[in-house]
């Protein structure tokens, strides 16, 4: 069974960071594609990010609202995928969930609760 | 950046048809995915690549895809399937995600 499972969230200040993690377990993560995607109260979903696998590159890419503040990261030894979050807004406040996929995303964990609020 | 644009709401009779749109320029030359989401839940894909189901989706969810709109089609409307619905594509030309806006079921 695929289990995508995050933490770290909280409360932080603007101008703050935090690091998120997410562990999978049930597929070959090494393998997967991941992507974080966030989810405002009460708004719609939003891409936020994704890191390929190694064997295609590792590269990770981001939306304009995120690009230069959040970065991703991946430890395939772990199993682990993070996302590290600096110069936080308040707008930045949301569910942020872990989900794989190349061009649709076929699982989700159940979301980690982060507000920036001064 | 590539705009996907769907209706806030639709409201469906128990055992009727509700069909959700989303709208994007030549969405059909794209891949649509779809996505449900119970409140307080995370998302469950649905339908994907226009039009296949995921295993484990019931045969009542189909999906279109053609010229500048998909739908997500549910048929026989069950209380169970009030929910945010959602369509994605991936934009080849930026090589990101993007979301529509979403679209509240409500089962009358």
Redesign the interface.
Known sequence: EVQLVESGGGLVKPGGSLRLSCVASGFTFSTAWM?W?RQAPGK????IG?IKSKSDLGTA?Y??PVKGRFSISRDDSKNTLYLQMNSLKTEDTAVY?CTTG?????F????TMVTVSP | SYVLTQPPSVSVAPGKMARITCGGNNVGGKSVHWYRQKPGQAPVLVIHYDSDRPSGIPERFSGSNSGNTATLTISRVEAGDEADYYCQVWDSSSDHYVFGSGTKVTVL
Not at chain 1, 44 to 47: S, T, Y
Not at chain 1, 108 to 111: C, K, Q, S, V, Y
């Open positions: 992507s995607v719609g979903l939003e891409w994704r890419d939306p304009a969930y190349m061009v649709a995303f076929g989700w964990g159940h979301g």
